[in-house]
């Protein structure tokens, strides 16, 4: 579905006012599916639910209100489409996927009450320039380029007002509304994805935190060829605003014309740097967000934005996946299936269709690593393979079974590597990954 332009749009601030957005965008579309089905019925027709819910109409109403909304239901919308993408009717996915892309942004006037909340009446004389117009847009807040007296060129995130006070409330209130819509499958608990999305967006909401993440990652990575990320600036950031180098650059996805040469560099580069995030740091940014990586083509180097959703991982996640990746390279059936539940891919008590589904899952995503050799991520069809799968494993009757919410996070970030390793067009060389890896 194609989206207007980004515009200059208030943000919804008062709990009431997001509250009320919600319960009548739930009214509006269920209003409308009521009166869908009562025509049907009228014509001998029995209507089914997901149909009526999901009609173009209805599908348009709901991507546009949470993208209005922006703050915790938009975001909610984004970790929904990317965690339970494949339980959901093919129309909801692809809206919900669709709110990855930029939001609106707040008006100048709404802009200036935030900054000067944070920095005071005075704050323009910190600046000899600041760009009112933001850079970037997203939907939690957005991203504006100003230039210190003493002549530092930085990018400031400003958080859109309201946003943390209504997190809470955001998660609870859509929740209810995904699963009062009938579009989950039964069985299917949203509960630990609904408690995750909360934490993850009050972490995300503190802009101190992420300036602390920010320290913590660069330490980490040290001085990595081929990779750049900006540094915060502690006295210009707060709860509510985060300064920090401004690094000129473009968006990733501008490579896709680039000799292939660099796209497969670029592409070996990101792959090492998420495998080192699993098994070396154990601390990944868990944001697939294609905004995230931008390309500065003087240097050749990626570099590396947005860390709120920094996280670490329960300390034997990483053994359990290189127990996985070992059984599977292994073609040891028995190995693989206890380490798919082991992760919690698997539930222990899991009935035949459940576990005959994963472990065809686990064979075709495990297929290229047994082959070695070069992988070209745009060639193959393994990810529409796996999506045909879960979708006929969610129509069945068994119960629908989520692994941990880490895992989760986990698949979020792996996902939105691949889909962007597909649009750069990359060809990896699993031998090389295999060997660094030291799982072969």
Same mark, same amino acid.
């Given at each position: ?105 707040? =008006? ?31 939907? @939690? ?90 540094? =915060? ?54 944001? =697939? ?99 045909? @799968? ?13 692994? =941990? ?36």
């Amino acid at each position: 579905m194609d989206r207007r332009p980004p515009r200059p749009l208030a943000v919804p601030s008062g709990r009431l006012t997001r509250l009320m957005r919600i319960g009548g965008l739930a009214t509006g579309i269920g209003g409308r599916a009521i009166a869908q089905g009562l025509g049907q019925l009228a014509t001998g027709r029995r209507p089914d639910a997901r149909e009526l819910l999901m009609t173009p109409a209805n599908a348009a109403r709901l991507a546009t209100q949470l993208s209005r909304m922006r703050g915790a239901a938009m975001k909610v919308g984004q970790l929904v489409s990317m965690e339970t993408g494949q339980f959901l009717p093919p129309e909801l996915a692809v809206i919900l996927e669709g709110l990855q892309a930029g939001a609106d942004h707040m =008006p100048e006037r709404q802009l200036r009450t935030v900054l000067t909340r944070a920095w005071g009446d005075d704050w323009q004389t910190r600046f000899s320039r600041f760009d009112m117009t933001p850079i970037a847009a997203a939907s @939690i807040g957005q991203v504006h380029r100003a230039v210190t007296r003493d002549g530092r060129v930085l990018a400031v995130k400003v958080q859109y007002p309201g946003v943390r006070a209504s997190i809470d409330s955001d998660v609870d209130n859509l929740g209810m509304l995904l699963r009062l819509s009938g579009l989950l499958p039964q069985g299917l608990d949203m509960a630990p994805i609904l408690t995750e999305a909360r934490q993850q967006l009050h972490a995300e909401a503190n802009y101190l935190a992420e300036a602390a993440n920010m320290t913590a990652y660069a330490k980490v990575l040290g001085d990595r060829p081929g990779i750049v990320m900006p540094a =915060p600036d502690a006295a210009l950031t707060s709860d509510q605003v985060l300064a920090m180098d401004f690094i000129d650059s473009r968006p990733i996805d501008s490579l896709v014309t680039a000799p292939a040469e660099t796209r497969d560099r670029v592409g070996q580069d990101l792959v090492d740097l998420a495998m080192d995030e699993l098994f070396t740091f154990n601390l990944m940014q868990t944001d =697939p967000n294609f905004a995230n990586y931008r390309w500065q083509g003087d240097s050749g180097r990626i570099v590396l934005l947005d860390f709120g959703a920094l996280r670490g991982f329960s300390p034997d996640l990483a053994p359990k996946y290189k127990a996985l990746l070992r059984a599977g390279l292994a073609q040891d059936q028995a190995a693989l299936q206890k380490a798919a539940t082991d992760i919690g891919y698997l539930a222990p008590n899991a009935g035949d269709d459940q576990r005959v589904a994963v472990m065809q899952m686990l064979g075709l995503a495990l297929a290229p690593l047994r082959r070695g050799g070069v992988f070209d991520a745009a060639e193959t069809q393994i990810p529409q393979q796996i999506a045909d @799968i879960a979708l006929r494993l969610s129509r069945s009757r068994c119960a629908a079974h989520m692994p =941990p919410p880490e895992v989760m996070f986990l698949h979020r970030k792996l996902g939105g590597m691949f889909l962007l390793m597909a649009r750069l067009r990359v060809r990896i060389d699993l031998d090389r990954l295999l060997t660094r890896l030291n799982v072969s």
